[in-house]
């Protein structure tokens, strides 16, 4: 056993390796939403696995101890997934081709995060030895993987700018290059969620470690520039496809942070009052944004009476079919949708949950095959939660294996070593409170969790080699 420990004291891969895997997983996150990449997708998982396998097989140790639980809950997810599949089948050909497409490709990825995670939290107990080298070597992977993460929200920048700059000279551009409203007619459209989902985890980090700085007296560095940057980009993309959920959880990271960088300036004397005073301005201005697009967008004003009319689906049902007649609400307007929709939609997901606690066995849409069941006429597809449409697919059991290995992860992050406590607290933890009101189950989005979940888990193992270490 003690030759097993001895192998996760050392950094398992050469630097150059580690860039490697840190480029493959920048590629990855980038591309991770756009049509027609399916091929460089496949490429980056299948050789970050391979190098993974490796990485894992040399520190198998560290999977024995009790930070790698989240990575049992994840394993005993994808068992439960072939029991679903084999014993308790309610539509076989559909749950067999997610489980050759989307449970595959989130198993290769599950193995390329774990390997990933380990060779990180290696290249970062390198920090505590005293080593210059090393900690050069954390930030030149940490530059890398940040790229990747800022990848997605420079994509729509570079995509924005070009419609609207050449549209306006009529100059035409490629079709890859177009931002498109309408998925049907739309080779290369790409959902308002998604953006959600690989937009939020630059924004989160990026306000964290601009709160780190806050508080560690290190504001004036070129860094808190990249991040500024990344944080207004961020709300620019939201603002301008009008996207509540992101302004809303951009809204709320940004109080979190204000707390955190206010907490601690009563509380001791390592903030200044220039730090403090910088901190607030840079993160006025997306405040400013959010608060401005709640002032000017109306569906926010009417939440309240759409909300006292979505709650009786029984009374109303627009919630089966949207071109069905609109109530009206206590100011005497239409409900709207979007509003509407979430809640109405989320009560009667709740009551399927009840009848069908095992789930339907689809990742994808099964809440509109549970409703179709029962409600033939309905024309619903997904419940606009992530958290709830998973439960309508994977069951109660899905529900408590993935919520419970996430939060167990972000859990056991608050140990691990700087920067990458940062990613991994507030990341993930934007992740698993953004299911909750975001369409989300469904193909990259199911793939993007489990490896974030298996990534965060296995950068907390440098903290339990630390420990073996000085032991």
């Not at 107990?125 to 080593?131: A, L, M, Q």
């Not at 109080?255 to 301005?281: D, E, Q, W, Y």
Request: aromatic share 14%; charged share 15%; hydrophobic share 50%.
């Amino acid at each position: 056993m003690s030759s097993l420990i001895s192998t996760s004291r050392y950094q398992t891969l050469p630097n150059w390796v580690i860039y490697l895997q840190c480029a493959l997983f920048a590629i990855l996150n980038g591309i991770w939403i756009l049509p027609e990449t399916i091929l460089v997708r496949h490429i980056c998982l299948i050789v970050g696995a391979l190098i993974s396998v490796y990485v894992i097989y040399q520190n198998r140790s560290l999977l024995l101890g009790k930070y790698a639980v989240p990575l049992a809950l994840l394993l005993l997810l994808f068992v439960w997934v072939v029991i679903r599949l084999f014993t308790l089948s309610t539509d076989y050909q559909a749950q067999w081709y997610e489980f050759s497409t989307i449970w595959k490709r989130t198993l290769i990825g599950f193995i390329f995060a774990i390997g990933f995670g380990i060779s990180l939290s290696q290249q970062a107990s390198t920090i505590y030895k005293n080593s210059n080298e090393g900690s050069g070597a954390v930030w030149i992977s940490w530059w890398i993987v940040y790229a990747g993460i800022a990848l997605p929200t420079l994509i729509y920048l570079v995509k924005y700018f070009a419609f609207y700059s050449f549209t306006h000279w009529d100059i035409q551009i490629p079709d890859f290059l177009k931002l498109y409203n309408d998925q049907q007619h739309a080779r290369y459209f790409v959902h308002k969620s998604s953006y959600v989902f690989f937009c939020l985890p630059l924004l989160a980090i990026s306000i964290a470690r601009i709160t780190q700085a806050a508080l560690q007296d290190k504001l004036m560095k070129i860094e808190t520039l990249i991040y500024s940057i990344s944080i207004v980009a961020v709300f620019f993309n939201f603002y301008s496809l009008v996207i509540r959920n992101g302004m809303l959880y951009g809204f709320i990271l940004i109080l979190i942070s204000l707390g955190i960088i206010l907490i601690h300036a009563l509380n001791s004397k390592t903030v200044s009052k220039r730090n403090l005073f910088i901190a607030i301005m840079i993160l006025a201005i997306p405040l400013s944004l959010a608060i401005h697009q709640y002032r000017t967008n109306h569906h926010w004003n009417s939440l309240a009476s759409d909300a006292r009319i979505a709650l009786d689906v029984d009374r109303y049902d627009l919630w089966k079919d949207p071109d069905n007649e609109k109530p009206i609400n206590e100011f005497g307007k239409p409900v709207f949708g979007s509003n509407y929709e979430r809640l109405a939609w989320a009560v009667v997901a709740i009551r399927l949950i009840e009848e069908r606690p095992l789930g339907y066995g689809l990742v994808e849409r099964s809440f509109g095959h549970l409703a179709r069941e029962k409600w033939p006429e309905s024309k619903v597809q997904q419940c606009h939660s992530g958290w709830l449409d998973w439960t309508l697919g994977m069951g109660i059991p899905g529900l408590v294996l993935i919520l419970g290995a996430g939060l167990l992860a972000w859990h056991q992050s608050k140990k691990t070593p700087q920067p990458w406590r940062d990613l991994s607290r507030w990341c993930l933890g934007i992740l698993l409170l953004m299911y909750c009101t975001t369409e989300l189950s469904s193909k990259v989005y199911i793939d993007a969790l489990v490896f974030m979940i298996a990534l965060v888990t296995s950068l907390g193992f440098s903290s339990a080699t630390l420990k073996k270490e000085h032991a």
